[in-house]
Nanobody, 123 residues
């Protein structure tokens, strides 16, 4: 069974840092792009960041650029989302995602989703 299992998240204060973890199992994801989306209440799910996997290229949405980074650990089949300088508007459910390419992932053509984890940033 293919799984993307997330951990991390929780309640933090504005300006804090937090790291989310997504561990894959059930197949080899070395050729897949892994990344992150988020969905705030009443909003559509939006792309946050991705690691392409093929050449370690990373992609970050403009809304979090300079604060968030996706990083891959191939040996552990894991992708991380490092979030720095968190703001209250970063409050959302964050989802790990896998797609055949970073471009596909950024466009929402996701093959596999994680279960989601809540991140709440207080002011």
């Amino acid at each position: 069974q293919v799984q993307l299992v997330q951990s991390g998240g929780g309640l933090v204060q504005a300006g804090d840092s937090l790291r989310l973890t997504c561990t894959t199992s059930g197949r080899t994801f070395s050729t897949y792009a892994l990344g992150w989306f988020r969905q705030a209440p009443g909003m559509e799910r939006e792309f946050v960041a991705a690691d392409s996997g093929s050449n370690s290229a990373t992609y970050v949405a403009d809304i979090v650029k300079g604060r968030f980074t996706a990083a891959r650990d191939f040996a552990m089949d894991t992708v991380y989302l490092q979030m720095n300088s968190l703001k209250p508007e970063d409050t959302a459910v964050y989802y790990c995602a896998a797609a055949v390419s970073a471009q596909a992932l950024a466009l929402g053509a996701v093959a596999y989703w994680g279960q989601g984890t809540q991140v709440t940033v207080s002011s």
